[in-house]
C-alpha cells in the first residue's frame, strides 16, 4: 500500500520465497524490518491456490470459480511436492526473516472467522501503525464494520466466495502423512507456531477422515 503522507511505502504484499514472486521485485524490501506471516493450512491452500490457476486460464473472474475434482487431482499429481515445499519455504523464511518480536502471525482461519476476524484485523492495524507511526485509519469501534465489508462484501467489486467444484478436495494417504510430517517439523523448530500446527494437523486428519468416508 502506497504511504501518501511520505515518500515510501506503508506495507508491501509478497509472495515472496514461493517461487511466484521474483526476488528482483523483493531486494528493495529485504531490509524492512517488521513483517506480518499470513499463513493458512497447506492442505487447503493448495487447492486454493490451484483454483486461482484455473480462473486464469480459464477466464473468469478472480475468487468466483473452484477447480473442478478432475482437474485438482490432475494437479495434485504433478504439483504436490513442489507445492507442498514452496508452502514451507515460505513459511520458515518470513518466521526467520526478523526477530520474534517484529513478526505478526496471522492465520487465515482466524482472520475470516466472523468471530475473531474483527480482532485479528485490528492486531494487524495496531502493528502495521507501530511500525510506520501512522496512526490509525478507522476508530476501534469502526473495526468490525471494514473487516465485514472487506471479508464478506468487498464493497461490490468482485465476488468474495468461490462457487461450483467439490466440497472437499482429498489427497492420498501418503500425501497427508508428507503434509503432517511438514506441520510437525514446523511446530517443533518454531515453539510460536506449536499451538497452531496442532490446530492445522487436526484438520487435516478431520479432511483425510471425511474423504475416507466420501469413498466408501
Known amino acids: 500500500q502506497k504511504c501518501k503522507d511520505r515518500n515510501g511505502y506503508l506495507t508491501v504484499k509478497t509472495h515472496f520465497s514461493t517461487g511466484n514472486s521474483p526476488g528482483e521485485s523483493f531486494e528493495r524490501f529485504a531490509s524492512v524490518q517488521r513483517s506480518v506471516l499470513l499463513i493458512r493450512n497447506p492442505a487447503k491452500a493448495m487447492p486454493s491456490w490451484f483454483s486461482f490457476i484455473y480462473e486464469r486460464e480459464h477466464h473468469v473472474p478472480g475468487h468466483s470459480a473452484k477447480a473442478p475434482l478432475e482437474e485438482w487431482i490432475n494437479f495434485r499429481g504433478k504439483n504436490f511436492n513442489t507445492s507442498l515445499q514452496a508452502w514451507v519455504r515460505h513459511t520458515q523464511f518470513w518466521l526467520e526473516h526478523n526477530r520474534k518480536e517484529n513478526t505478526l502471525i496471522v492465520t487465515f482461519e482466524h482472520l475470516v472467522d466472523p468471530q475473531t476476524g474483527p480482532d485479528e484485523l485490528e492486531k494487524f492495524e495496531r502493528f502495521v501503525s507501530q511500525s510506520s507511526g501512522i496512526p490509525l485509519i478507522q476508530e476501534p469501534e469502526d473495526i468490525p464494520c471494514m473487516w465485514d465489508y472487506v471479508v464478506n462484501s468487498r464493497g461490490g467489486e468482485m465476488q468474495s466466495h468461490r462457487t461450483g467444484g467439490p466440497k472437499l478436495y482429498p489427497y492420498t494417504d501418503e500425501q497427508i502423512d508428507m503434509i503432517v510430517s511438514e506441520l510437525s517439523a514446523i511446530g517443533k523448530n518454531y515453539p510460536e507456531m506449536a499451538n497452531i500446527m496442532n490446530d492445522y494437523i ?13 469413498t466408501l
Open 202 to 214: 487436526t484438520e487435516v486428519l478431520e479432511l483425510q477422515a471425511a474423504a475416507r468416508s466420501k
